[in-house]
Protein backbone atom coordinates (compact mmCIF):
# COMPACT_ATOMS: atom_id res chain seq x y z
CA UNK A 1 0.00 0.00 0.00
CA UNK A 2 0.84 3.29 -0.27
CA UNK A 3 1.54 5.50 2.37
CA UNK A 4 1.90 9.10 2.82
CA UNK A 5 3.98 11.02 4.77
CA UNK A 6 3.51 14.95 5.99
CA UNK A 7 6.37 16.94 7.08
CA UNK A 8 6.71 19.15 9.56
CA UNK A 9 4.82 17.11 12.07
CA UNK A 10 4.14 20.57 13.95
CA UNK A 11 4.82 24.12 13.69
CA UNK A 12 4.91 27.58 15.29
CA UNK A 13 4.48 30.64 13.16
CA UNK A 14 3.24 34.10 13.77
CA UNK A 15 0.30 35.59 12.31
CA UNK A 16 1.33 37.10 9.02
CA UNK A 17 3.94 34.48 8.37
CA UNK A 18 3.94 32.06 5.47
CA UNK A 19 3.51 28.63 5.86
CA UNK A 20 4.20 25.51 3.68
CA UNK A 21 3.44 21.71 4.95
CA UNK A 22 4.95 19.06 2.44
CA UNK A 23 2.72 15.26 1.57
CA UNK A 24 4.88 13.01 0.41
CA UNK A 25 3.43 9.68 -1.22
CA UNK A 26 5.49 6.51 -1.15
CA UNK A 27 4.65 5.88 -5.02
CA UNK A 28 2.97 8.22 -7.91
CA UNK A 29 -0.61 9.12 -7.45
CA UNK A 30 -0.62 11.65 -10.18
CA UNK A 31 -3.09 14.90 -9.00
CA UNK A 32 -5.42 12.30 -6.75
CA UNK A 33 -4.42 14.51 -3.20
CA UNK A 34 -7.04 16.02 -1.15
CA UNK A 35 -6.20 18.47 2.00
CA UNK A 36 -8.44 18.74 5.44
CA UNK A 37 -8.63 21.50 8.00
CA UNK A 38 -9.45 19.88 11.39
CA UNK A 39 -10.13 22.51 14.13
CA UNK A 40 -9.96 21.24 17.76
CA UNK A 41 -13.36 19.43 18.64
CA UNK A 42 -13.93 19.74 14.71
CA UNK A 43 -14.95 18.13 12.06
CA UNK A 44 -12.66 17.76 9.57
CA UNK A 45 -13.25 20.69 6.59
CA UNK A 46 -12.08 19.75 2.56
CA UNK A 47 -9.93 22.70 1.39
CA UNK A 48 -8.60 21.18 -1.71
CA UNK A 49 -8.62 18.35 -4.42
CA UNK A 50 -6.76 17.32 -7.10
CA UNK A 51 -3.60 18.79 -5.72
CA UNK A 52 -4.66 22.15 -6.17
CA UNK A 53 -8.60 22.91 -6.51
CA UNK A 54 -9.80 25.18 -3.77
CA UNK A 55 -12.85 23.80 -2.03
CA UNK A 56 -16.30 26.23 -2.37
CA UNK A 57 -16.27 28.44 0.02
CA UNK A 58 -12.16 28.25 1.50
CA UNK A 59 -10.35 30.91 1.98
CA UNK A 60 -7.60 32.17 -0.99
CA UNK A 61 -4.81 32.12 1.26
CA UNK A 62 -4.85 28.48 0.93
CA UNK A 63 -3.41 26.99 -2.47
CA UNK A 64 -2.06 23.43 -3.23
CA UNK A 65 0.40 21.92 -5.08
CA UNK A 66 2.13 18.88 -6.40
CA UNK A 67 1.90 16.12 -8.64
CA UNK A 68 3.20 12.44 -8.66
CA UNK A 69 5.33 11.92 -5.40
CA UNK A 70 5.55 15.63 -3.66
CA UNK A 71 2.70 18.00 -2.60
CA UNK A 72 2.36 21.06 -0.26
CA UNK A 73 -0.38 23.17 1.38
CA UNK A 74 0.72 26.98 1.48
CA UNK A 75 -1.07 29.25 3.55
CA UNK A 76 -0.03 32.59 2.58
CA UNK A 77 -0.88 34.65 5.27
CA UNK A 78 -1.35 32.87 8.79
CA UNK A 79 -4.61 33.68 10.78
CA UNK A 80 -5.90 32.96 14.29
CA UNK A 81 -8.78 30.75 12.94
CA UNK A 82 -6.36 28.54 11.13
CA UNK A 83 -5.26 26.78 14.48
CA UNK A 84 -5.77 23.03 13.48
CA UNK A 85 -4.00 20.03 11.96
CA UNK A 86 -3.58 19.65 8.37
CA UNK A 87 -4.07 16.38 6.84
CA UNK A 88 -3.19 15.20 3.46
CA UNK A 89 -5.61 12.03 1.90
CA UNK A 90 -4.62 9.95 -1.51
CA UNK A 91 -7.55 8.88 -3.62
CA UNK A 92 -6.04 7.37 -6.72
CA UNK A 93 -7.13 3.90 -5.69
CA UNK A 94 -7.77 2.27 -2.28
CA UNK A 95 -6.80 2.22 0.85
CA UNK A 96 -7.43 5.48 0.56
CA UNK A 97 -4.86 6.96 3.17
CA UNK A 98 -3.94 10.19 5.26
CA UNK A 99 -1.27 11.39 6.22
CA UNK A 100 -0.53 11.61 9.67
CA UNK A 101 -1.44 15.02 10.59
CA UNK A 102 0.50 18.79 11.05
CA UNK A 103 -0.52 20.79 13.92
CA UNK A 104 -0.40 24.09 13.31
CA UNK A 105 -0.29 26.78 16.25
CA UNK A 106 0.34 30.39 16.12
CA UNK A 107 3.33 31.55 17.92
CA UNK B 1 -28.40 21.60 3.48
CA UNK B 2 -26.51 18.12 3.69
CA UNK B 3 -27.14 16.43 6.73
CA UNK B 4 -25.11 13.16 8.29
CA UNK B 5 -26.18 11.91 11.51
CA UNK B 6 -24.49 8.77 13.27
CA UNK B 7 -25.50 6.97 15.76
CA UNK B 8 -24.62 3.29 17.87
CA UNK B 9 -21.34 4.29 19.17
CA UNK B 10 -21.26 2.61 22.58
CA UNK B 11 -18.91 0.77 25.13
CA UNK B 12 -18.21 -2.79 24.15
CA UNK B 13 -15.91 -5.60 25.69
CA UNK B 14 -13.30 -6.82 23.39
CA UNK B 15 -14.28 -9.51 20.79
CA UNK B 16 -17.91 -7.75 20.98
CA UNK B 17 -20.00 -6.64 17.98
CA UNK B 18 -21.69 -3.36 17.57
CA UNK B 19 -23.54 -1.57 14.07
CA UNK B 20 -23.11 1.98 12.85
CA UNK B 21 -25.77 4.00 11.15
CA UNK B 22 -25.18 7.13 9.64
CA UNK B 23 -28.92 9.03 8.55
CA UNK B 24 -27.97 11.26 5.66
CA UNK B 25 -30.44 13.98 4.18
CA UNK B 26 -30.11 16.97 2.08
CA UNK B 27 -28.54 15.74 -1.14
CA UNK B 28 -29.52 12.04 -3.39
CA UNK B 29 -28.15 9.95 -1.04
CA UNK B 30 -28.01 6.87 -3.62
CA UNK B 31 -25.66 8.75 -5.73
CA UNK B 32 -22.52 9.05 -3.94
CA UNK B 33 -20.16 6.42 -2.48
CA UNK B 34 -19.79 7.04 1.11
CA UNK B 35 -17.28 6.05 3.67
CA UNK B 36 -16.30 5.54 7.37
CA UNK B 37 -13.35 7.55 8.78
CA UNK B 38 -12.06 7.07 12.37
CA UNK B 39 -10.15 9.02 14.83
CA UNK B 40 -8.53 7.25 18.14
CA UNK B 41 -7.83 9.34 20.73
CA UNK B 42 -5.71 12.29 20.01
CA UNK B 43 -4.53 10.44 17.10
CA UNK B 44 -5.21 11.15 13.56
CA UNK B 45 -7.57 10.13 11.24
CA UNK B 46 -8.06 6.66 9.58
CA UNK B 47 -10.15 5.88 6.74
CA UNK B 48 -11.83 2.35 7.52
CA UNK B 49 -14.03 1.37 4.71
CA UNK B 50 -16.16 3.08 1.60
CA UNK B 51 -18.82 1.83 -0.27
CA UNK B 52 -19.73 2.86 -4.41
CA UNK B 53 -23.34 4.83 -4.70
CA UNK B 54 -24.98 1.70 -5.46
CA UNK B 55 -23.31 -0.86 -2.79
CA UNK B 56 -22.50 -3.43 -5.48
CA UNK B 57 -18.28 -2.55 -4.51
CA UNK B 58 -17.27 -2.13 -0.82
CA UNK B 59 -14.01 -0.98 0.21
CA UNK B 60 -11.43 -2.11 4.01
CA UNK B 61 -8.59 -1.14 5.17
CA UNK B 62 -6.40 -3.91 6.11
CA UNK B 63 -6.89 -3.10 10.07
CA UNK B 64 -10.66 -4.12 9.75
CA UNK B 65 -10.75 -6.47 6.70
CA UNK B 66 -12.88 -9.38 7.71
CA UNK B 67 -14.57 -8.19 10.50
CA UNK B 68 -16.48 -5.19 9.74
CA UNK B 69 -18.72 -4.69 6.82
CA UNK B 70 -20.09 -1.71 5.45
CA UNK B 71 -23.20 -1.89 3.17
CA UNK B 72 -26.10 1.15 2.49
CA UNK B 73 -29.98 1.17 1.88
CA UNK B 74 -30.53 3.67 -0.23
CA UNK B 75 -34.06 3.32 0.02
CA UNK B 76 -33.61 4.38 4.21
CA UNK B 77 -30.98 7.17 2.98
CA UNK B 78 -28.95 5.23 5.46
CA UNK B 79 -25.27 3.90 5.99
CA UNK B 80 -24.12 0.97 8.04
CA UNK B 81 -21.27 -0.59 9.44
CA UNK B 82 -21.09 -3.66 11.33
CA UNK B 83 -17.93 -4.24 13.44
CA UNK B 84 -17.46 -8.03 14.99
CA UNK B 85 -14.71 -9.30 17.08
CA UNK B 86 -14.05 -5.49 18.31
CA UNK B 87 -10.19 -4.91 19.76
CA UNK B 88 -9.44 -2.13 21.99
CA UNK B 89 -7.68 -0.65 19.04
CA UNK B 90 -10.57 0.07 17.56
CA UNK B 91 -11.67 2.49 20.10
CA UNK B 92 -11.93 5.70 18.14
CA UNK B 93 -14.78 8.16 17.10
CA UNK B 94 -16.56 6.82 13.48
CA UNK B 95 -17.41 9.49 11.02
CA UNK B 96 -19.69 8.82 8.24
CA UNK B 97 -18.37 10.49 5.01
CA UNK B 98 -19.86 11.37 1.92
CA UNK B 99 -17.35 11.77 -1.33
CA UNK B 100 -17.50 14.21 -3.66
CA UNK B 101 -17.26 13.46 -7.18
CA UNK B 102 -16.81 9.68 -7.26
CA UNK B 103 -13.22 9.71 -5.89
CA UNK B 104 -13.53 9.06 -2.56
CA UNK B 105 -12.43 12.37 -1.22
CA UNK B 106 -15.09 13.97 1.37
CA UNK B 107 -17.00 16.67 1.13
CA UNK B 108 -19.67 16.61 4.01
CA UNK B 109 -18.50 14.33 7.61
CA UNK B 110 -20.81 13.43 10.18
CA UNK B 111 -20.53 14.61 14.12
CA UNK B 112 -19.19 11.11 14.44
CA UNK B 113 -19.96 8.72 16.95
CA UNK B 114 -17.90 6.89 19.79
CA UNK B 115 -17.17 3.08 19.90
CA UNK B 116 -15.43 2.49 22.75
CA UNK B 117 -13.64 -1.34 23.68
CA UNK B 118 -12.66 -2.08 26.64
CA UNK B 119 -13.41 -4.91 29.68
Known amino acids: DIQMTQSPSSLSASVGDRVTITCRASQGISNYLAWYQQKPGKVPKLLIY???TLQSGVPSRFSGSGSGTDFTLTISSLQPEDVATYYC?????????FGQGTKVEIK | EVQLVESGGDLVQPGGSLRLSCVASGFTFSGYAMSWVRQAPGKGLEWVSG????????YYADSVKGRFTISRDNSKDTLYLQMNSLRAEDTAVYYCAKDHTGLYYFDYWGQGTLVTVSS
Open chain 2, 51 to 58: ISHSGINT
Open chain 1, 89 to 97: QKYNSAPWT
Open chain 1, 50 to 52: TAS
